[in-house]
């Protein structure tokens, strides 16, 4: 596993962190931001369970007409979570068509956007053909990433590390979690779950992240009859011993022309 694309999976300090849904697959943790802070909720993969979304909803209150929620391998959204929000059946990718959409015509109405995100790889093709002004108004999101650490789900590591690089160009990495229902390879746990924040919510950029991952109270194993992957080692904590002063620079241009 080569530092070159390690440095763009770092994660940043954001001490006011919440979790929202259940305490194994389902929930995530995120950064807690004011009552009013988003315009727009997307629920992106839905399945058979949205108490992530339930909860989320439950707080931030967000109108029904500006709340989605898209998978197209369903029939109907799950009874028993949310009656706020719309349901459509459609799978999220890199273009438009009669199933499938790259959200773009919801971009385009709003400036201040959650997004959960749980795709089956899918993720990766929406995240490059995303503009960076589209992305911009993202303002939190909690993405699963599959296959981390090669090129399994369908896609190249290469086409991979682009997207954690365009990330960082808009967001700081501020929670990063290794679903244990995937196996890891390197030490690095082959679905990670990650939760970014857009720049304009920091006044600077935040320093590495020190504290030891999973968080307890916070953090839950996806299947509970196996223990959580323990991530307390570079790049999601801070080890001085690990991190040259090259690299700090490196990630520091990435950041400089927002700060």
């Not at 959204?77 to 068509?97: A, D, L, V």
Request: net charge negative.
């Amino acid at each position: 596993m080569e530092v070159y694309y390690l440095e763009f999976l770092r994660v940043y300090e954001y001490d006011n962190k919440i979790r929202f849904g259940n305490k194994y697959d389902g929930g995530y943790v995120v950064g807690e931001l004011l009552d009013n802070a988003y315009d727009c909720y997307i629920s992106a993969g839905v399945s058979t369970e949205e108490s992530f979304t339930r909860d989320f909803l439950n707080k931030y209150k967000i109108p029904k007409k500006d709340c989605y929620a898209f998978d197209g391998t369903i029939e109907n959204y799950p009874k028993g979570y949310s009656e706020n929000i719309q349901f459509i059946k459609k799978n999220i990718n890199s273009f438009n068509s009669d199933n499938n959409t790259n959200l773009e015509d919801i971009f385009e109405k709003y400036r201040n956007i959650f997004v959960k995100m749980d795709i089956e790889g899918y993720e990766y093709p929406w995240i490059l053909s995303m503009s960076n002004e589209h992305l911009k108004k993202i303002k939190q999101c909690v993405i699963e990433f599959h296959g981390a650490g090669d090129n399994s789900w369908k896609w190249e590591h290469s086409d991979k590390v682009k997207c954690w690089m365009k990330m960082n160009k808009t967001h700081f990495l501020i929670h990063t979690h290794g679903n244990n229902y995937g196996s890891c390879k390197n030490g690095i746990p082959e679905t990670l779950e990650l939760t970014y924040m857009n720049y304009n919510e920091f006044n600077n950029i935040p320093s590495f992240n020190k504290r030891y991952l999973p968080i307890d109270n916070l953090d839950y194993p996806n299947y509970t009859k196996k223990p959580d992957y323990n991530l307390c080692f570079y790049p999601f904590v801070y080890n001085a011993k690990m991190i040259g002063s090259h690299i700090v620079k490196d990630v520091a241009l990435t950041h400089q022309d927002h700060f």
